[in-house]
Every structure is written in C-alpha cells, then in structure tokens.
C-alpha cells in the first residue's frame, strides 16, 4: 500500500529541539522531491520546508528559516524536519508529501496538497 507514515511529534516546552519522521511505504521516495507542511486548528496550510531528490536543493518557511533542516536518508526511503528553538506558533499537526515536481515552490506551495501527505504528526510547543 502506498503511503506516506509521520512520526516524531509531542508536547514539548518552548526552545526545545524534536525531530520528525517521514517514512515512506509502497513506492521509492528518493525519485520525488519531499516536503513538510503544518496545519494548526483554524489557520492555512503552511508549507514548510522542501527539498529536491538529490538534497541539494532546499526551501523553507520565512517563519522557520534557520532554526528548521530538512533531510533525506534515500536509502532508507526516510525524510526528517529536525526542528530547534521550538515557539508556541510552531504547534500544529505536521504531514509530509512527496512529489514529481519542477520546482521546490511547486511543491512547497501546492494548493491541494492534503491529497498527497500522510495522517500527520501532533506537535504541541506550550509552557
């Protein structure tokens, strides 16, 4: 079955570090570029952070530039969003997708992305 696994997120307080777990299944992921998107209760879809098949190529959020990394273990048909300095904004549900794509916007940006991303991952940052 195709499908498209997170894992990784918890409760944790504000400045601490976790890092999420996409893992695919059915199909090989190092052919698609791969991507995290959030979702917090009553807000838009934020796209997070992206990278192309090969990583070297990366796109992130103005809201997580710098303390956010995108990774890629391709043979281990993984992707990873290692997050630092967590902040109570960053709470949401957090899914990945992997897609065929031109460009890392188009993917990062994609308006109908919920159709691609897995069941998600609860992040919760709160004191």
């Known amino acids: 079955q195709i499908r498209l696994v997170e894992s990784g997120g918890k409760s944790v307080q504000p400045g601490e570090s976790l890092r999420l777990s996409c893992t695919a299944h059915?199909?090989?992921?190092?052919?698609?570029?791969v991507g995290w998107f959030r979702q917090a209760p009553g807000k838009e879809i934020e796209g997070v952070a992206c990278l192309s098949t090969s990583a070297d190529e990366s796109l992130y959020a103005e809201s997580v530039k710098g303390r956010f990394t995108i990774s890629r273990d391709n043979a281990k048909n993984v992707a990873y969003l290692q997050m630092h300095s967590l902040k109570p904004e960053d709470t949401a549900v957090y899914h990945c997708?992997?897609?065929?794509?031109?460009?890392?916007?188009?993917?990062?940006?994609?308006?109908?992305?919920?159709?691609?991303w897995g069941q998600g991952t609860q992040v919760t940052v709160s004191s």
């Open positions: 997708a992997a897609l065929g794509v031109e460009t890392l916007q188009a993917l990062c940006g994609r308006p109908d992305i919920k159709s691609y």
């Open positions: 059915g199909f090989t992921m190092g052919y698609l570029a």
